[in-house]
């Protein structure tokens, strides 16, 4: 099989370690790719959501398995358009189509599908420009914490929670009055607080059945002890310890089960990943959000721990047969630490040169925000640069791993917590 992921990031870079171990490729590609994915496969220097470019891509290296990494080709539709091309619909798209894309694209449909079908989530209103007075004075009438998430994609940055009501009451003005998250925060989803731990969980859909792969618990706060901004994702563990079987029944059989009948009876064809974004509150599950693909940088901690081919079962979903599926899970624990530029995730430099990668030998690093500079140096090109994941038999000891790599790692600014994982030590 040629196959083909789109991406660039330390997600991408682990479905690409994972997939070029499996007997039945032929060919990897990765567009774009990055530094690191050239160790698993050939990069191309194509856009993620150039469309027609990707599907030119695709005859001329005879693909028939496409893996679509990020949320942008997603919402934007680059199934649809695939599966509407004669010389295109013939190749199996892991990923939903933009019917599906929307439980990610839009904070407010996905409210309005949960309460639906029944599934537990936080109570919650929308407003937009016509209705911003309602929502300042329903901020008023609310009990803090406020939590505001801007409606449509925002590269994980588009959730502000604060007690102080005066910020909530301008946060809100500035998301949708000055567009604070651009069109994201068109309209924006003001929810109730809920107090409990969080974990993701994913699903992989063939449109009839579904599989559930190992849960994580990611930390999106910048500094240690959860402190600052939120960012893309700080690191993950893999299990999660309070995730008992007892409580993943539950979340089978409260939030799976519904959401993949709820697709079905919203005539969804949804093949690919659900993203399950939940708090245990008191023992029971609910859904913070969803996301239409893999999380980074849950991935990096997940993909690890899945002990069958990854392609094998990616290649079940084209003819909806993941019920066939009998996948295995490695039974250590992985745990990610994602290092990352100075300032992010705010402004940060780009281009200073990373040392050491090759010393590194125990761990796994997935390259994300990386590339080459004139002279072939390895340098920094985002603000989430490196995933570096370990295994071993406890969390603790996957985490010493992790971190001492972390140190080796070198580049002007390098920033990480040295937190990840540590309340279940």
């Known amino acids: 099989m040629n196959v083909l992921i789109l991406g660039s990031g330390g997600r991408e870079s682990?479905?690409?370690?994972?997939?070029?171990?499996?007997?039945?490729?032929?060919?990897?590609?990765?567009?774009?790719?990055?530094?690191?994915?050239?160790?698993?496969?050939?990069?191309?220097?194509?856009?993620?959501?150039?469309?027609?470019?990707?599907?030119?891509?695709?005859?001329?290296?005879?693909?028939?398995?496409?893996?679509?990494?990020?949320?942008?080709?997603?919402?934007?539709?680059?199934?649809?358009?695939?599966?509407?091309?004669?010389?295109?619909?013939?190749?199996?798209?892991?990923?939903?189509?933009?019917?599906?894309?929307?439980?990610?694209?839009?904070?407010?449909?996905?409210?309005?599908?949960?309460?639906?079908?029944?599934?537990?989530?936080a109570a919650y209103k929308t407003f937009d420009i016509n209705s911003l007075e309602t929502g300042l004075k329903y901020l008023e009438n609310a009990t803090p914490p406020y939590v505001l998430k801007a409606d449509g994609l925002a590269a994980g940055k588009g959730v502000i929670i604060t007690s102080d009501l005066a910020e909530a009451k301008s946060t809100l003005k500035e998301m949708i009055s000055e567009l604070k998250f651009g069109d994201a925060s068109q309209k924006v989803v003001i929810e109730q607080f809920l107090s409990g731990i969080e974990l993701s969980v994913f699903v992989l859909s063939d449109g009839k059945n579904y599989i559930i792969l190992p849960e994580a618990k990611d930390y999106k706060r910048i500094g240690n002890g959860d402190t600052g901004p939120n960012t893309g994702g700080m690191g993950a563990i893999s299990p999660v310890p309070f995730a008992t079987k007892e409580f993943l029944k539950k979340v089978e059989q409260k939030i799976i089960a519904p959401t993949i009948n709820g697709l079905k009876k919203e005539k969804i064809d949804y093949r690919g990943f659900i993203f399950f974004g939940l708090i245990n509150v008191e023992n029971e599950p609910w859904v913070i959000e969803y996301n239409c693909r893999m999380g980074d940088p849950e991935t990096e901690a997940v993909i690890p721990r899945i002990k069958s081919d990854f392609l094998e079962i990616l290649n079940q979903i084209k003819n909806q047969n993941l019920h066939l599926v009998n996948i295995e899970f490695e039974d250590f624990c992985a745990t990610t630490l994602m290092l990352v530029a100075q300032g992010y995730p705010n402004d940060y430099p780009k281009g200073d040169k990373i040392d050491n990668l090759d010393k590194i030998t125990d761990v796994l690093c997935f390259q994300a925000g990386t590339t080459l500079d004139k002279q072939a140096n390895l340098v920094t090109n985002g603000g989430r640069v490196i995933a570096i994941t370990a295994m071993d038999v406890s969390i603790k000891n996957a985490l010493i791993k992790a971190n001492n790599a972390a140190k080796l790692i070198e580049w002007k600014g390098k920033n990480y917590r040295t937190d990840i994982g540590y309340e279940f030590i």
């Open 14 to 121: 682990s479905f690409a370690w994972k997939i070029a171990q499996s007997p039945l490729l032929s060919q990897l590609y990765i567009a774009p790719g990055n530094p690191g994915t050239m160790e698993y496969g050939q990069n191309i220097n194509i856009a993620v959501d150039n469309f027609e470019a990707l599907g030119q891509l695709c005859i001329s290296k005879n693909i028939t398995l496409v893996l679509i990494g990020p949320e942008l080709p997603l919402v934007k539709g680059i199934v649809d358009y695939f599966r509407n091309t004669p010389t295109l619909s013939h190749i199996s798209m892991i990923g939903p189509d933009q019917s599906g894309a929307i439980l990610e694209g839009s904070k407010d449909f996905s409210k309005q599908f949960m309460q639906k079908y029944g599934i537990p989530t």
